[in-house]
């Protein structure tokens, strides 16, 4: 018996400890309320970090070249804020009595030395605009009659339009540099460098230039500049114009005059462009821009572009209508083609001729990809993948915004025995050599 209660122990039941729920309770309130802390100061740290995560492994591409596109009526030389700041002077300005009438200051009388104190402001204007001009010259090996080798050297005016630390890009007419062997660009200081093709619109004939920036010194950089863009939407007639480049055929000449006409226009392939008459003398081969009385460029002078009345006196194509252009070509992006003469159905035209509204096809290029597309001339563009079409210029900004080899649908409205039906046609966008 003794040894029984020995061992009595062994057969005991052993009690599991009750569970302390509100300890639990706190415990997992405390899990929750650390992951929460953690979530908050892990999302802050993300927030604030992420711009420099993003940039260390993406790093931004510094070469890409933007160019600011420009609204009509907006004056950025200031005419607009200056009426506006005129007219709330003259709110504040107490009124004058009737009896008193103000005695305007006497006008100094001009003198000869006046006119030519301004001539030398805006010659000063046109030599420091010379900076950012450069001597393009296109070597091209040839044989002659009696199979000699020889070179033959073809030059023009160019444009530094940006630098984007890697490269200067210069803007300058194709003809100059077509199928040659060596290009080569003189800057202001007479230094000259090789340079390369970038790309070129067989359109308008302009192209870019590349020219390394290792290749040019310290003092050259010293020397040139970047020619800023204006807005030539705002140009008017009678603006003071001052050519600058070679306009007479001569490298960084400088002539003044006015703006005679801004009316002109003409219709290339997929687009229309405004051109500037001058009073200029110019000769056929001139080259270089239009500049304001702010160094801003207004027009590239390209005088295969003037009429047969004009061909002694400057013309220049307007330099907004070329900025999208100019920002593809700057960026390696080719130009999307498709091939069509246009012109704009106005509200009136569309009254009077009884024309749906949009862009009218006054011609289709052979071998275009609007041919092999079925459009047709007298057919009017209303669409494009479904967006409308009302003008020219919607018809181009579409344009540009599609890639070559991609399928565009373009809506047209084709005159027929019953009146206008609308059609729809594929084409596949090209690149015009």
Not at 352 to 368: C, L, N
């Amino acid at each position: 018996m003794q040894e029984k209660d020995k061992f009595s122990f062994i057969n005991e039941k052993i009690k599991e400890k009750p569970i302390n729920k509100r300890k639990l309770l706190i415990q997992a309130g405390f899990v929750v309320a650390m992951a929460v802390v953690f979530g908050v100061v892990a999302s802050f740290v993300f927030t604030c970090f992420r711009p420099l995560f993003e940039n260390m492994i993406y790093p931004p591409d510094d070469s890409v070249v933007s160019i600011p596109k420009d609204d009509p009526g907006e004056d950025e030389t200031g005419v607009t804020e200056t009426e506006s700041e005129t007219e709330e002077e003259t709110e504040k300005v107490p009124e004058v009595p009737e009896t008193e009438s103000p005695i305007p200051p006497e006008a100094p009388e001009l003198e000869v030395a006046d006119f030519q104190e301004l001539q030398n402001k805006l010659y000063a204007v046109g030599k420091e605009a010379n900076r950012f001009i450069v001597t393009v010259t296109g070597v091209k090996s040839d044989m002659d009659w009696f199979n000699n080798p020889y070179e033959s050297r073809g030059q023009a005016s160019g444009i530094i339009i940006a630098d984007n630390g890697r490269e200067l890009l210069i803007l300058t007419e194709r003809k100059i540099i077509l199928d040659v062997q060596e290009i080569y660009v003189t800057f202001i200081n007479e230094v000259s460098v090789a340079a390369s093709m970038k790309k070129y619109d067989g359109n308008t004939g302009i192209a870019v230039l590349s020219v390394s920036r290792a290749e040019i010194d310290e003092d050259t950089m010293d020397h040139i500049s970047v020619a800023v863009l204006g807005n030539s939407l705002i140009t008017t007639q009678g603006m003071i114009a001052i050519a600058v480049g070679s306009p007479l055929g001569t490298n960084y000449s400088v002539l003044t005059g006015n703006i005679t006409s801004t009316t002109n226009s003409i219709s290339t392939v997929d687009n229309n462009y405004t051109v500037f008459t001058t009073d200029i003398v110019g000769s056929r081969s001139g080259s270089g821009a239009i500049i304001n009385v702010n160094g801003e460029v207004m027009g590239l002078v390209m005088q295969d572009y003037s009429s047969r009345g004009d061909e002694n006196t400057l013309t220049a194509l307007s330099i907004s209508e070329l900025k999208s252009l100019i920002e593809m070509l700057s960026n390696n992006q080719d130009i999307p083609y498709i091939g069509l003469e246009l012109s704009t159905v106005t509200n009136d035209i569309a009254k009077e001729y009884d024309i749906p509204k949009g862009a009218y096809v006054k011609d289709v290029r052979m071998d275009s990809p609007a041919m092999a597309a079925g459009l047709q001339s007298g057919d009017v563009i209303t669409a494009m993948d479904g967006e409308a079409i009302f003008t020219v210029d919607s018809y181009e900004t579409r344009l540009l915004g599609m890639l070559p080899g991609s399928e565009v649908e373009i809506t047209v409205q084709r005159q027929g025995t019953e009146g206008y039906a609308e059609i729809i046609c594929t084409a596949v966008i090209g690149v015009l050599q």
